[in-house]
């Protein structure tokens, strides 16, 4: 079994899992070991899933202001653990991978292993999310095949995604690609970094 196959699952699986309750403040039962790779996945996916309601609440024109601000800071919170899962992920790799003999001609890729499956299991909630409007009974005829042929897109971008990914992963476990991953120096949450904030201090 292609590795992206399980990727995939599991991202399916969490998407599921979410719409049993259907709200942002369901708490997440990850059913993996933990540290396993499979748990990081499911809670990555599960973090994507979430941010992806929240976005949908916060563009509600009616919104309260006041609650709008929190759930900003909710996604602004949600965008860092995401990153560091992300990071916790491309770690699990790089130590999978840490006695690969890497080839002379060796190459890197321009994003590691895992902005690429972060980027496989957004489009799993986009696959979830355009099915259901594909289907819905209550939108016109011209919705439906509209959003069925954004559907047949996204599914054959899934296929060339998922195959990209086992290809890089093949490569790396044959030393035919190398990787070096960057931390992700967001500058905005640190108090440090953002003027706003060590202004604030400052004063």
């Known amino acids: 079994m292609k590795e992206t196959e399980k990727y995939n699952r599991i991202f399916q699986e969490v998407i599921r899992d979410y719409h049993v309750k259907d709200h942002v403040d369901t708490p997440i039962a990850n059913p993996y070991a933990n540290d396993s790779l499979e748990y990081h996945l499911y809670a990555k996916c599960w973090i994507d899933t979430v941010q992806w309601h929240l976005e949908d609440i916060i563009r509600d024109p009616n919104i309260n202001p006041v609650e709008a601000l929190a759930i900003k800071r909710r996604i602004d919170r949600s965008n860092q653990d995401r990153t560091d ?119």
Request: charged fraction near 30%; proline fraction near 3%; aromatic fraction near 8%.
């Open 85 to 203: 899962l992300v990071e916790q992920i491309d770690s699990y790799f790089r130590q999978l991978y840490q006695d690969v003999n890497v080839l002379p001609d060796a190459h890197i890729n321009t994003e590691s292993p895992a902005w690429a499956i972060d980027r496989l299991s957004i489009l799993a909630l986009k696959i979830y999310h355009m099915e259901e409007q594909a289907m819905r009974q209550d939108a016109t005829e011209q919705h439906r095949m509209t959003c069925k042929a954004k559907l047949d897109v996204l599914l054959e971008q899934r296929t060339d995604l998922s195959t990209a990914i086992d290809r890089l992963l093949d490569d790396i476990a044959g030393g035919r690609i190398y990787m070096k991953v960057y931390k992700q120096m967001k500058m905005y949450n640190d108090p440090s970094t953002n003027p706003v904030l060590y202004g604030k201090h400052e004063k």
